[in-house]
């Protein structure tokens, strides 16, 4: 039995390289961005608190658990997702620099997810440095989808894709 071996033409254009490693970046940014929401949870706690405070309709309730348990439950989703998130896209940024089309297309998805995003920081009350980092990860996916989609990456990935594999 013999074993499958990749085409000569695996080897990926720098467009192609370049998005692989931004996507990179963008996941670690991700990651960092997450460990900033963390620091900031305390302050993120007692404004949910003061808000809820503020709206009057709190009596007999206890607004601190509520404000701690609901901050500690979006920040467990948090995480669960940014984690999730930041692997999935490592994984697939190697394999789309080994000429998978399948995971380009994913990591796609994966920027445009991070562009809408930005919506929801226009809408919320997101601290800066938060949004900052949310940004610059939307930006740096959104760099690593276009230049994974020029015509030199298209081609290659379609030569790759074309290409005769021994047995």
Do not use: C
Not at 77 to 99: D, N, S, Y
């Amino acid at each position: 039995m013999t074993a499958i071996t990749e085409p000569a033409s695996t080897t990926a254009p720098q467009p192609v390289r370049t998005a692989s490693l931004l996507y990179i970046v963008s996941a670690v940014l991700g990651l960092v961005g997450f460990a900033i929401s963390l620091v900031l949870l305390p302050a993120a706690t007692t404004a949910a608190e003061q808000a809820l405070q503020s709206q009057g309709g709190a009596q007999g309730v206890d607004v601190h658990a509520i404000a701690v348990g609901t901050a500690i439950g979006a920040a467990v989703l948090g995480g669960l997702v940014a984690i999730a998130f930041a692997v999935l896209t490592i994984v697939f940024a190697a394999k789309m620099r080994k000429g998978r089309n399948w995971a380009r297309i994913v990591l796609l998805v994966f920027a445009a997810l991070h562009v809408l995003g930005l919506i929801g920081l226009i809408a919320g009350t997101t601290p800066v440095l938060s949004a900052v980092i949310s940004l610059l990860v939307a930006i740096t996916a959104a760099i690593a989808a276009i230049l994974s989609f020029l015509p030199e990456s298209s081609a290659w990935f379609r030569s790759v894709k074309s290409a005769p594999r021994t047995a």
